[in-house]
């Protein structure tokens, strides 16, 4: 039985938590009192005993020049004794209805551990962040530079990245978490993240980028074996967005759920055929300071 958190069984998620990740009780209070909310954390339950869980931590993320709302999947754990049973995977696919209510259009992760790439690829997930080959600014420099201010060094943050598009926004809120982390551990060097992004709802996401790329015509077919109402056939011309038209515009792309966001996201695009590259720019998305 999956069910969102309560205050009675925070303490379960915590303990789970612990159990599963190894983490120290001082990284967990910062995560806990900054980004764990009931409402966010979904548990499978097993005869009345938490088990599995997972936490859906919001944030921004800009796409082709809007920000939208993104569900960053974070702590999926079970317990030992109760893996091989499916319990993760029935979380997640319970994520992607939450998020499709709460029209979050688009899911991303952090995978730790080489394997977890293939785990997560058969949810529909596709990499679509790379990681960085060089430091990004030091939080200490920067809250240093500013005196301690914490608003006006988050400023400084925002600034750099803000304008950026395909990248994961932080509020101040996420700023003063991420600060507490990094003094946590003696303000360690960080980079941009590698990361996967999986597409919940393909048409707000087509309808943004035909607003974008307005001079840009196609046809996009669709499979997503998991989300059924990705499965269609868009038409993009002059800014607009068709859904299962009567009429198709060449040149068709007959693409899976993975390519897609890697198109949209701009992954890699140069490396594809001709087609695509001329149809979908090239982007570098970022993610970075997660409290990983």
Not at 186 to 214: H, T, V, W
Request: negative net charge.
């Amino acid at each position: 039985m999956i069910q969102f958190a309560e205050d009675s069984t925070k303490q379960e998620v915590w303990d789970m938590w612990k159990k599963v990740f190894g983490d120290s009780d001082d990284y967990m209070e910062i995560y806990f009192r900054h980004k764990y909310r009931n409402e966010n954390t979904l548990i499978y339950f097993d005869n009345g005993k938490a088990v599995s869980s997972l936490q859906m931590l919001n944030y921004q993320f800009t796409f082709c020049g809007q920000e939208i709302p993104v569900c960053y999947l974070s702590g999926v754990a079970t317990l030992a004794n109760y893996r091989g049973k499916g319990y993760s995977r029935k979380l997640i696919l319970k994520s992607f209805e939450v998020a499709a209510e709460r029209n979050i259009p688009l899911a991303i992760l952090v995978p730790q551990e080489d394997w977890l790439l293939s785990f997560y690829y058969k949810f529909g997930f596709a990499q679509t962040f790379d990681t960085g080959n060089e430091d990004i600014i030091s939080l200490k420099d920067l809250i240093d530079k500013n005196q301690g201010d914490l608003y006006e060094a988050y400023k400084e943050y925002d600034a750099i990245f803000r304008a950026n598009d395909m990248t994961v926004q932080k509020s101040f809120s996420d700023f003063e978490a991420i600060a507490e982390e990094a003094k946590l551990f003696d303000y360690p060097p960080k980079r941009n993240l590698r990361g996967m992004a999986r597409i919940i709802d393909a048409e707000q996401l087509i309808k943004i980028f035909a607003c974008k790329y307005s001079d840009k015509s196609f046809t996009v077919k669709v499979r997503d074996e998991i989300v059924r109402e990705n499965s269609s056939q868009f038409q993009v011309s002059m800014g607009q967005l068709q859904k299962n038209p009567a009429r198709i515009i060449q040149p068709v792309f007959e693409v899976d759920i993975r390519e897609l966001v890697q198109m949209l996201l701009g992954y890699h695009t140069s490396e594809k055929s001709c087609s695509i590259s001329s149809f979908f720019p090239e982007k570098s998305a970022v993610m970075n300071m997660m409290l990983e």
